[in-house]
Nanobody
Framework: QVQLVESGGGLVQVGGSLRLSCVAS????????MGWFRQAPGKERELVAR???????NYADSVVGRFTISRNNAKGTVDLQMDSLRPEDTAAYYC??????????WGQGTQVAVSA
């Protein structure tokens, strides 16, 4: 079992920055991928960025060059630095952990709102 707690959401103006943080507890030794997903009202949840235990990173096309994901394997943390925010980045952001064997765990979500 893995538990995830996010922090760092909020309201920001267009072009501003926010940093999201997620702390994992429990069997963090079993985590392979950690990442961030988001879900806007009326839309499906989508991958924003993810990073593997070995450091392989994937970004959604819409955030390339603006968002940066980082991870501390020993501490079980994953951060998402979000710069040059746009109104379309407004969503609930969820931390995700994918463990060896395929089970997936989710945080409770943190809200990000970007005002024009």
């Amino acid at each position: 079992q893995v538990q995830l707690v996010e922090s760092g959401g909020g309201l920001v103006q267009v072009g501003g920055s926010l940093r999201l943080s997620c702390v994992a507890s429990g069997r963090i030794d079993r985590i392979n991928y950690m990442g961030w997903f988001r879900q806007a009202p009326g839309k499906e949840r989508e991958l924003v960025a993810r990073i593997s235990l070995g450091g392989t990173i994937n970004y959604a096309d819409s955030v390339v060059g603006r968002f940066t994901i980082s991870r501390n394997n020993a501490k079980g943390t994953v951060d998402l630095q979000m710069d040059s925010l746009r109104p379309e980045d407004t969503a609930a952001y969820y931390c995700n952990a994918l463990i060896w064997g395929g089970d997936s765990y989710w945080g409770q979500g943190t809200q990000v709102a970007v005002s024009a």
